[in-house]
């Protein structure tokens, strides 16, 4: 439990309780052993895991549940935040810069404006994007100041953090180039202004951050910004 100090509106001041509420979307990578420390990590950090029913089970080593569109997730956060505001949001997924990955192609968590930088990407009906993550917050789902923290590789990448694409690889290779387009944790912020955000910069192992970046506001902060209550 959290206590923070807000003026009554009569001149005066006075604490009032404001209970956390830890929620965590694990990604659905197929691979048991990527699955279990997604798991894990959001375990360990004492978050709630919520997932829509899609489990990999193995016997002796455990049932590890995920969400593996951003519709569903949407669906899941704001079932969570109805009654009470979603204090911290731990995505211990995959990920790219221009978005969160659940192991879903054209299912994901993506910005809003992919169009922008590779016309040919296509919203597939079960993804979701920065916006909708934004309706929440303007809904009261998402508490004023929200930490809001991208697990996934690149979430959080400058242009000059993520590597030369194959052109193949058509979206990554146009984000690549395209160095006016803003990565998926800057956007959150932008667009959920009093949020805090931390997101990796860099490729890491599951579960763990290299080189983190915290925005709030769309712009760069320093850690301890991001930790001061």
Not at 180 to 191: D, G, T
Not at 218 to 224: L, N, Q, R, Y
Request: hydrophobic fraction near 35%; aromatic fraction near 12%.
């Amino acid at each position: 439990m959290m206590w923070f100090t807000i003026n009554s509106g009569i001149g005066k001041e006075t604490s009032v309780e404001i209970k956390e509420n830890k929620v965590a979307i694990i990604g659905a990578d197929p691979n048991w052993g990527v699955r279990k420390t997604f798991y894990e990590v959001a375990q360990e950090g004492g978050y709630r895991i919520v997932s829509n029913g899609l489990y990999i089970r193995f016997p002796g080593i455990g049932s590890y549940g995920a969400v593996n569109t951003g519709k569903e997730v949407i669906s899941l956060l704001k079932k969570e935040g109805t009654e009470r505001s979603i204090t911290e949001l731990y995505f211990s997924t995959h990920g790219v810069p221009y978005a969160i990955d659940l192991y879903n192609s054209g299912n994901n968590i993506y910005l809003d404006n992919m169009t922008d930088f590779c016309e040919s990407f296509v919203y597939e009906n079960d993804s979701a994007t920065v916006s909708d993550l934004a309706e929440l917050y303007n809904k009261g789902i998402f508490s004023y100041d929200i930490k809001i923290i991208l697990g996934g590789c690149y979430n959080g990448a400058r242009h000059s953090d993520y590597p030369m694409p194959d052109k193949n690889n058509e979206v990554n290779y146009r984000w690549k180039i395209n160095t006016h387009i803003e990565n998926i944790a800057q956007q959150i912020s932008r667009k959920l202004p009093n949020a805090k955000i931390k997101a990796n910069r860099i490729q890491v192992s599951s579960g763990n951050f290299n080189k983190p970046i915290y925005y709030k506001g769309g712009i760069e902060i320093d850690a301890s910004s991001f930790y001061r209550i």
